[in-house]
């Protein structure tokens, strides 16, 4: 079902769930298909940023892989459809499974506790751009939260692109009750973006967890010094500033860089960091925050 | 009108140009506009990236930048509605002014050949976001090519959004003669990505005049020793791959944040860097290629 529509998504250029003349009967249908999965999962969390390339997909991949350590049945949506970057950190390389009713997309099962599903997982050719306007993502995204195999899950973890157009608009539109989890890094050009985003929880009313901080300092290599990359102390600040939590701030590493393109997050694989402590201390502050 | 256009747009949540009766003599009056000022400008340059947060603002600011002080009549357009970061890159901090006959958005004059517009500067609250679905973005980005007193240009540099959606169509759409920069930075995880900028700019047939590689290196302030911050090479090996003309390798410096949070563009200051000297090589590049 999600194999064919992405197919006719493509073709008709238009919103994937246009396609039949029963279109009422279909949206219906999906309608309690969300609804009936929405009910499986106990907290849904969103992860969201102003700007892109603040690692929001790396917080997303490490947040999920930490849950998943600690126990708790989690699944990872990656909603990016034009720079699905989930399906790579993961190591994922083949199209998912559909169920053999031929209804459900069956996400990959990383660990006993952890499923994920990416747009990318759907494209028989990875390199291939989808060029879709708004609605076609629209019907996506809904598809991803009604015809995914969830089952029972404590957390399903939601990466949306950067921004604060279709995409976003549409996770909270489907997942009303998500709570969102901000991340940004210290420069203010990015603190700008960050704080349309917090205007956007605001006007959506999507309640946030609160602020993440990224690619906070870096200790070099070969001097062990730190190094500011993006300056620091902005994504404090600003939690201060929009009287939001703030959840903890994590180092730059490049080992984070290589895990993602190895297809293991640092958070599934052995040996302490400074990275694996900092990340630590945002996944208590979180579930305490729950 | 524009900024008429912007409210009419955030109220109805549509198309700004559905807003009137008249829609079809709008559109084709915007369509002329459009035309007009196209054929005032001698090179469209389009920067694209596929994943966020590779440092596509900064390379379009800077490109703006240099190119204006080469002597070249230069605009430069910021497309991205959700996170405009290039009005902060040079200062912006007023409303745009509005043509004497009212009907024209004023460019800021950053210098004697540079001007830059930003839907950033079209809001009076910068915090505020731009909860825009497609629509509404198109309309947008047709006003900034056409409602905008460019005046002649040897130079109209683009910024889009990063990813393959709406934005990016909308450019390629308005302006067909535009002609491709993509930015990407070393890592696997941004090579898939730009990958897929590659296979949308085949798709709408943009012509690309190549590939930078930005990030790509960076000197410990400290002991100086280099440190491969997202890996290297990629860029260049994805241009080979791909049969497209390898523009440069421009490395990390920390001076291009804080010139980005300054509001003066790295080009635009004195002094020589391995930033500068790498950044003078791509502009001649792209300047051999044209």
């Known amino acids: 079902m999600i194999h064919e529509n992405v197919d006719n998504a493509k073709k008709s250029k238009g919103c994937p769930s246009q396609g039949g003349g029963d279109m009422a009967q279909k949206q219906k249908e999906q309608q309690a298909m969300i609804k009936t999965n929405l ?10 940023s102003g700007k892109g390339g603040v690692g929001k997909s790396s917080i997303s991949a490490n947040l999920a892989a930490s849950l998943s350590q600690k126990g708790y049945k989690t699944g990872l949506m990656d909603v990016d459809v034009h720079g699905p970057s989930i399906a790579h950190m993961f190591g994922m390389t083949e199209l998912l499974d559909i169920s053999p009713d031929q209804q459900l997309l069956m996400p990959k099962e990383i660990n006993e506790n952890l499923k994920v599903v990416s747009v990318q997982a759907l ?38 692109p950067p921004g604060t157009g279709d995409e976003p608009l549409t996770v909270v539109q489907t997942i009303p009750e998500a709570l969102g989890v901000v991340v940004t890094t210290p ?9 349309k985003s917090i205007s956007f929880c605001k006007t959506v009313k999507l309640k946030t967890l609160g602020i993440v901080e ?77």
Chains 1, 2 share one sequence.
């Open 39 to 48: 009910a499986q999962i106990k907290h849904k969390i969103f992860v969201l």
């Open 123 to 160: 494209m028989q050719d990875k390199d291939q751009a989808i060029i879709w306007r708004g609605p076609a993502k629209t019907g996506m995204i809904q598809q991803f939260v009604g015809a995914v195999e969830w089952g029972e899950l404590d957390f399903l973890i939601i990466d949306a």
């Open 187 to 195: 420069q203010e050009v990015a603190l700008a973006d960050i704080r």
């Open 214 to 290: 990224n690619m906070a300092g870096f200790k070099c290599p070969h001097c062990s010094e730190c190094i500011d990359l993006f300056k620091n102390g902005g994504g404090e600040r600003t939690a201060k500033e929009q009287g939001l939590n703030f959840l903890g701030s994590i180092p730059f590493d490049t080992r984070v860089v290589s895990a993602g393109d190895k297809g293991v997050p640092v958070m599934l694989e052995d040996g302490e960091s400074e990275f694996t402590k900092a990340f630590a201390t945002v996944v208590d502050n979180i579930l305490a925050k729950l």
